[in-house]
């Protein structure tokens, strides 16, 4: 069947064969025309064979070669090789680049500086210095002379030397005229850029060099100096660079040269930095950074009473879906404090207390150190939730407590008791915090009478006292004639897991050595099973009887 089916089809060609052949014998032209691009020499057509037994041609046409014609000629022997050469250095093969050198060694063709340069560079990629001189050397015997290509592969071989080598080669290429170009800035800029090496000033002193020369500096080498300002903590430094970069080249740096200067400037606590990579990160690269570094941005918001940065980095936050928490909120109630808006940050604990977070005495210590300056702010800080709470805002009791500390640090008791019963007012319930810091404005006015009404009180309200209660009532008994009580304290405050602080003992200690109280002696074995050293002043007053050591005149 297949023998047949070929047998026919040759009759078939055959029949048109001839055909074709009649027809051309008659006309003397092709019977098809084909259209195709002629070249800048006119191609001649030869006239059609006049024979009676025409054979099927591989081609429909004739034409006269064109030898100048790219792909009608084979290329040279040298040529080839320095395609192959070229190859072997983009995927940075020095084997295969080297048993191409033998090779060529074998044929007889002799190397071109293309050829050597694609050696030098797979060379400089592994290091092999000695071999890429060897190859220089090499060279020069062929009376090749080096180029710039060739000393910037040096320069790259020779990266992990000292600096010598790179000087060397420098002064070499200063000796043959030839000027460095920005590839050899690059060279230099990363050698100093490395891990291993930090040396910032050489890097801007080439980025420097380059601005003389008029070369342009590549977005590889900006970021990797821009990152490496960043991280030596020069974050105005860097953003001074990353603006510069960006306001004279069309390329623009990647997030991640944004997002360091950023978190060098949150580090250093850098005001004006922070608000412009926050910008820049934020608002045009819309890159959301993660938690630790908002939290960085956060504290230098706080520090420098920027509000609105510290509330929009709590907008990220929520978008980062990250759980809000106390130590996030502080950073903005200091801000907000330090810009003068103490309304807001009374309004953000009851923020924090609507979403299930609580607010603590480390929270409202910005609260408490704009209070404590004169009565004036602690006055006036009454009015401020007077309005909060005529617009519908409740009080949180974090924001009594924060007034009463600042009445105790002025010693004005009088006022931090009258801040205490304004609790009810404010449909605010004290908690330990509230007692705790009561108890030490009574240590302050040796008011043991207040103690115990508050201690009453604390026992009313189901509040279990912590080891401070313990320690600042004890320390209130000490303040009186009759002390007695400071040691029933004492053992209720062990009898609850408590163990007494060092300064509790320390306490008891002086006051029975100035009253001639022999039971300081227990306190003070006590001082010692629980751990604790005796210090050198307290050791003194033990051996003096209770008298200070002066300074002699």
Not at 179 to 184: G, L, M, Q
Not at 230 to 244: K, Q, S, T, V, Y
Not at 286 to 302: K, M, Q, R, S, W
Not at 381 to 403: F, H, P, Q, V, Y
């Amino acid at each position: 069947m297949l023998a047949s089916t070929s047998r026919n089809s040759l009759k078939r060609v055959s029949r048109k064969a001839a055909l074709w052949s009649s027809q051309s014998e008659c006309t003397g032209a092709l019977p098809v025309t084909f259209s195709r691009c002629q070249s800048t020499q006119q191609v001649a057509a030869k006239p059609a064979l006049h024979s009676s037994s025409s054979r099927i041609r591989n081609k429909p046409w004739s034409f006269v070669p064109d030898q100048s014609f790219q792909g009608t000629a084979r290329g040279s022997a040298i040529a080839r090789y320095q395609f192959r050469s070229t190859g072997f250095a983009n995927s940075k093969s020095t084997a295969m680049v080297l048993r191409m050198c033998k090779e060529m060694k074998q044929e007889g063709v002799n190397p071109d500086i293309i050829i050597y340069n694609n050696l030098l560079a797979c060379l400089a990629d592994d290091c092999h210095v000695l071999e890429a001189w060897a190859v220089v050397e090499d060279m020069s015997s062929m009376g090749i002379a080096p180029d710039r290509n060739t000393f910037n592969h040096l320069i790259h071989a020779s990266r992990r030397l000292h600096s010598g080598a790179m000087w060397d080669i420098l002064d070499k290429m200063d000796a043959a005229n030839i000027p460095p170009n920005e590839r050899t800035f690059q060279l230099m800029i990363q050698r100093h850029t490395t891990p291993e090496r930090k040396n910032l000033e050489f890097a801007l002193q080439c980025v420097y060099e380059m601005g003389t020369r008029g070369l342009i500096l590549e977005l590889t080498i900006a970021q990797d100096v821009i990152g490496l300002a960043a991280e030596l903590g020069f974050p105005r430094l860097a953003i001074d660079l990353a603006e510069n970069f960006e306001a004279t080249s069309v390329r623009r740096l990647s997030s991640e040269t944004w997002i360091g200067c950023l978190a060098s400037s949150a580090e250093a606590l850098y005001a004006k930095g922070v608000q412009r990579c926050w910008e820049k990160v934020i608002g045009d690269l819309n890159v959301t950074p993660d938690e630790g570094l908002c939290l960085d941005v956060l504290h230098t918001a706080g520090r420098h009473g920027l509000s609105d940065l510290a509330t929009d980095v709590i907008r990220v936050l929520r978008i980062l879906g990250a759980d809000w928490q106390e130590y996030h909120f502080a950073p903005l109630v200091e801000a907000m404090c330090n810009a003068g808006n103490l309304k807001d940050a009374f309004g953000t604990l009851d923020l924090m207390r609507s979403s299930n977070i609580f607010p603590t005495a480390v929270t409202t210590q910005p609260i408490y150190e704009v209070l404590k300056q004169d009565v004036d702010k602690v006055d006036g800080a009454w009015e401020l939730l007077d309005k909060l709470r005529s617009e519908g805002k409740t009080i949180d009791r974090t924001a009594i407590n924060a007034i009463i500390r600042a009445a105790i640090s002025l010693s004005d008791l009088q006022r931090a008791v009258g801040a205490y019963k304004a609790f009810p007012d404010y449909k605010c319930v004290p908690d330990i915090d509230t007692f705790n810091s009561l108890l030490s404005g009574c240590i302050i006015a040796s008011h043991r009478g207040l103690g115990d009404r508050l201690l009453l009180d604390l026992k009313e309200l189901g509040i279990k006292p912590d080891a401070t209660t313990y320690e600042r009532i004890i320390v209130l008994c000490l303040t009186q004639t009759t002390y007695e009580d400071a040691f029933f304290y004492l053992e209720e405050m062990k009898a609850q897991k408590y163990v007494p602080p060092r300064s509790v003992y320390d306490a008891i200690i002086r006051t029975c050595i100035a009253a001639g109280d022999s039971r300081y002696t227990l306190a003070l074995d006590e001082l010692k099973q629980c751990g604790y050293t005796v210090s050198d002043n307290l050791q003194t007053f033990i051996d003096t009887g209770g008298r200070e050591s002066r300074p002699r005149s």
